[in-house]
């Protein structure tokens, strides 16, 4: 029994990434009237607090030292450091409670992956909760509905998540999976629907018309064929696909981004670079950049209540900003610990754990692309419990009860 409540939760941990946008309904000063109303927010966050529950409980049931245990660890200790340090604690600790919940959700992976039906089970939530939430993107683009939500974004797909940028990373992330199944399963309904919800998110991730993340797209894209050396069939219809969605945003790009965002970027990145040097060791805490910015900003930059005031639109100078050198160093760690225990792994397997694995790395490749210019406050959900997803594919293939 507790066994089952744990592997419905993993499940529902992957599924439930692309509602965490909505809990910016709590948020003192929103930038749009939220369409999802506060009652069905407060239950999203319910289910979200008894899935964490559950990994928690999987975790510690099957004690296990994954090749990340303690890099995590560190990276934990970091952000609720920085947090506790910080210009808003309880802001700060809520998201560290989070990415506790994220880290125990990779443990469990780990340790449940191998179980009967567990990894069809994660894979099934993942493929359709992305599914749905490309639909809504796309849907919601065509009707212009919310129209404030659609002003504001210039027409831009967002869905559920705070930003065209947020939605983007997430799709990103989701292709290397929902891809990854399609090769795999090809030939099968499973394979089949993954191939849907392939061609669905590609459609969606267009229409977030962010330049920087079809440019992430393709260094995903080559970081897969030079791994693998797939058929040129399979490299042809990439090239193709990546083709007409870099085209869409060429011809389209002036419609839908407000000219003023050319250089924004370079004024978040030097605002974010002032917090560091005055908060170099443990930083202002997570999500407190906005605190600062009025005073950390150029005098000719744009005010405070502009979106550049949110974060330094760079997640790397966003983690040394709000955790310090301790958190930034921990952070690098973490992601050199993951492409080396990937490594070892890949390069001990072959076929289908081969072909899984390193699609779902693709994925994460472009994620990390992705947030060289953005900060994305849904990375570590993604990086977290994906990279799990990444390691368990190659250790043990798509359905490891047929192996």
């Not at 369409?35 to 099957?62: D, E, K, Q, S």
């Not at 970081?223 to 490299?235: F, K, N, S, T």
Request: aromatic share 12%.
């Amino acid at each position: 029994m507790i066994d089952r409540f744990v592997v419905v939760s993993l499940s529902a941990m992957y599924a439930i990434i692309p509602i965490y946008g909505t809990y910016a309904v709590f948020a003192p000063h929103p930038p749009t009237s939220p369409f999802v109303p506060r009652p069905l927010v407060l239950i999203f966050a319910a289910v979200m607090l008894a899935a964490m529950i559950g990994v928690t409980i999987g975790a510690v049931r099957r004690r296990s030292r994954p090749a990340l245990y303690v890099v995590l660890l560190v990276n934990l200790i970091a952000v609720y450091t920085g947090a506790a340090l910080g210009f808003d604690p309880a802001v700060g600790l809520g998201l560290a409670t989070g990415c506790a919940g994220f880290i125990a959700t990779h443990y469990a992976v780990i340790a449940y992956y191998r179980d009967r039906d567990v990894a069809r089970s994660i894979y099934l939530a993942l493929l359709i909760s992305g599914f749905v939430a490309a639909v809504i993107a796309i849907v919601f683009l065509a009707l212009k509905w919310p129209a404030d939500l659609y002003a504001y974004n210039h027409g831009r797909a967002v869905a559920t998540f705070l930003n065209p940028n947020e939605l983007a990373a997430y799709l990103l992330t989701y292709l290397g999976v929902s891809c990854g199944v399609a090769i795999v399963r090809r030939g099968t309904r499973t394979g089949t629907f993954a191939s849907i919800c392939s061609a669905t998110a590609a459609l969606a991730l267009t229409l977030t018309f962010s330049r920087w993340a079809i440019a992430a797209a393709l260094c995903g894209l080559v970081a897969y064929a030079l791994v693998l050396r797939p058929r040129r069939g399979v490299i042809a219809g990439a090239l193709v696909a990546f083709a007409l969605a870099a085209g869409v945003n060429l011809a389209l790009w002036t419609r839908h981004h407000d000219p003023q965002d050319t250089g924004i970027r370079g004024v978040a990145w030097q605002a974010g670079i002032a917090t560091f040097l005055h908060f170099p060791l443990t930083g202002i805490g997570p999500l407190a950049f906005e605190r600062l910015y009025p005073v950390m900003r150029a005098p000719d930059a744009p005010g405070p209540n502009t979106p550049v005031a949110y974060d330094p639109h760079d997640l790397p100078l966003s983690i040394a900003a709000e955790t310090g050198a301790f958190g930034f160093v921990a952070f690098l760690f973490l992601v050199g610990s993951l492409g080396s225990a990937f490594r070892r792994a890949l390069g001990q397997v072959t076929g289908e754990r081969r072909t899984l694995g390193m699609a779902i790395m693709a994925g994460i490749i472009a994620l990390l692309v992705h947030s060289l210019i953005n900060s994305v406050s849904v990375f570590f959900a993604l990086y977290i419990q994906f990279s799990a997803l990444a390691l368990a594919a190659t250790y043990w293939g798509f359905d490891p009860d047929a192996a």
